[in-house]
C-alpha cells in the first residue's frame, strides 16, 4: 500500500510541476503582450497628436497667408 501511495505522489508530483512551469510561461507571454499593446496604444496616441497638431498648423499657415495676401494688396493700392 505505501508503493501505491507513493507511486501516486509521484505521479500527481510530475503532473504539477510542468503544469505549474506552463502557467508561469504563459503569464509571461501575456505580460509581454499587454506591454506590446501598451506601446501601440502610445504609438496611437502619438500619431493622432501628431495628425492635430498638423492640422493646426495647416490652419495657421491659411491665416498667416490670407494676412500676408491683405497687406500686400493694403501696400499696393
Known sequence: MAFLKKSLF????????PLFLCENEKRE????KEE????????????S???GVGKGLAT???IVADQFGKLLEAGKG
Open 10 to 17: 509521484l505521479v500527481l508530483f510530475l503532473g504539477l510541476v
Open 29 to 32: 507571454g501575456e505580460n509581454e
Open 36 to 47: 506590446n499593446d501598451d506601446q501601440s496604444e502610445e504609438k496611437r496616441s502619438l500619431g
Open 49 to 51: 497628436f501628431m495628425k
Open 60 to 62: 495657421v499657415g491659411k
